[in-house]
């Protein structure tokens, strides 16, 4: 079975730092895009980063550019977004995602529905 867990969420002051990993069972992913997305109750699920099979041109939203960095580690099967700066309206649950055919670009992850969902991992930044 294909699964997708994330960890390292939490409760975090703002300005502080946080690092999520995606490990990645039942399917080697390193032929695939990967990334991050995030999540409000009542809003509408917003795309955050994605990198691809490559580890070529990181594609980030707006809001987080020069805050986030996304990774992966091929050998652990693990993917993983670095968080500093971080905001309260950083504030969400964070989903990992993973397109479901190989040799996509992150891109595409932003555009096209993920095959794969994490379940989730809720960061909180507080003011």
């Known amino acids: 079975q294909v699964q997708l867990v994330e960890s390292g969420g939490g409760l975090v002051q703002a300005g502080g730092s946080l690092r999520l990993s995606c490990a990645a069972s039942?399917?080697?992913?390193?032929?695939?895009?990967m990334g991050w997305f995030r999540q409000v109750p009542g809003k509408e699920r917003e795309f955050v980063a994605a990198i691809d099979w490559s580890i070529r041109s990181p594609y980030y939203v707006e809001s987080v550019k020069d805050r986030f960095t996304i990774s992966r580690d091929n050998a652990k099967n693990t993917r993983y977004l670095q968080m500093t700066s971080l905001k309260p309206e950083d504030t969400a649950i964070y989903y990992c995602?993973?397109?479901?055919?190989?040799?996509?670009?992150?891109?595409?992850?932003?555009?096209?529905?993920?095959?794969?969902w994490g379940q989730g991992t809720q960061v909180t930044v507080s003011s």
């Open positions: 039942g399917r080697t992913f390193n032929s695939y895009a």
């Open positions: 995602a993973a397109r479901d055919q190989p040799f996509t670009s992150a891109e595409s992850l932003a555009l096209t529905d993920p095959g794969y």
